[in-house]
């Protein structure tokens, strides 16, 4: 590829075509998207046009539930506020789940979100405190 064809102006409409490719084809895969879209891009565009797909992938896999980074931020937090009263706290699975000390082996207090999760954790040591 020559540097002059390779202007923003081209990546905005290599980012625009793949972000339609992926739309109508939610399980196709780069292979198939270079073959649909290739003929219109720079005979070297290809490595471009794939991190592109391999962007927007990662970006709806992130605005699923359970981001990772979210999540890590989380779990700080809390382990922050109930680390010294759990001796386990994590998200499985898009489940979130802590342990608090003393508590039967298998006696997990569960939620679908972080913030459930301290709620719960709220309400279960509220009722155990006199």
Not at 14 to 23: P, Y
Not at 41 to 70: I, K, N, T
């Amino acid at each position: 590829m020559r540097f002059t064809e390779d202007t923003p102006a081209e990546q905005a409409r290599a980012r625009t075509a793949v972000a339609e490719w992926r739309q109508a084809n939610p399980e196709g895969t780069a292979g198939e998207m270079l073959a649909a879209l290739g003929s219109r891009f720079q005979r070297d565009y290809g490595p471009f046009l794939r991190s592109v797909l391999h962007r927007l992938d990662e970006d709806a896999r992130d605005r699923q539930g359970g981001r990772a980074a979210d999540a890590d931020r989380a779990l700080g937090a809390l382990g922050a506020a109930w680390g010294s009263q759990c001796d386990e706290i994590g998200e499985y699975d898009g489940e979130w789940y802590a342990h608090l000390s003393g508590a039967p082996e298998d006696d997990y207090v569960t939620a679908a979100a972080p913030d459930e999760l301290d709620a719960a954790l709220r309400a279960t040591t509220a009722r155990s405190t006199p």
